[in-house]
């Protein structure tokens, strides 16, 4: 078990969380994936499973999965002014859904993020296209649909190179980029547990009613 250090940052950052997670605030993206978890038999509960800590500040690293004790990492020094910034708050919300889809992965397959490749670059597609960390933003009303999915899937290829190679750096550009090629289809068409892309936080939200109403209507 990981220990949380600098009570009181950390205090601060935990309390985002959990403005994060209130059923007010609750990102379509990060409930969906709760709710995901819990359904996979993988409950969430977020003092155990979502740790903050202080991380190397030389690193470019907001935050990581480690598949080994199940927590969520999140870098509370990462995050100092997040209050006085909301695109901090928001950045720190796809983190957290970006994480979450790991742990999805982790959680429903039995995947290996730490000697397979395959698994890891996979996983690091799905977190790019399923955190909203590649949804467009506001001025997306003069877009077309096109240009709103050719945008998400270029961020989508870019996020998950950059993700992958961070945590395999001794694999060359062109490997990485080969690798990416070869699963980018299967593992971006695997949507789960949305009921389409999330192209659009619009889309998300959809997406969450959707699962929140998936058992309504059986009988
Ligand atoms: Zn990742």
Request: net charge positive; proline share 3%.
């Amino acid at each position: 078990m990981r220990h949380e250090n600098g009570k009181d940052k950390t205090g601060k950052t935990r309390e985002m969380v959990n403005k994060i997670l209130s059923l007010k605030h609750k990102s379509p993206f990060v409930g969906t994936l709760i709710e995901a978890m819990s359904d996979a038999g993988c409950k969430v509960n977020p003092y155990k499973h979502i740790c903050i800590e202080d991380c190397h500040s030389n690193f470019n690293i907001f935050g990581g999965f480690d598949s080994e004790n199940n927590q969520v990492v999140l870098c509370q020094n990462k995050f100092d002014d997040v209050y006085l910034d909301f695109d901090k708050f928001a950045q720190m919300e796809s983190l957290l859904s970006h994480e979450l889809v790991h742990a999805f992965d982790h959680c429903r397959a039995n995947v290996d993020f730490y000697t397979n490749p395959k698994h890891l670059m996979c996983s690091e597609i799905r977190a790019a296209s399923l955190s909203g960390q590649c949804t467009y933003g506001s001025n997306l009303i003069e877009s077309t649909l096109n240009a709103v999915q050719s945008y998400h899937k270029t961020c989508v290829r870019k996020a998950a190179l950059r993700s992958f190679r961070a945590l395999f750096p001794a694999w060359s550009l062109d490997q990485s980029y080969n690798l990416l090629n070869e699963v980018f289809y299967s593992c971006y068409n695997d949507f789960s547990p949305f009921d389409r892309i999330p192209l659009t936080k619009k889309q998300a939200e959809l997406s969450y009613k959707a699962y929140l109403n998936r058992h309504r209507y059986k009988v």
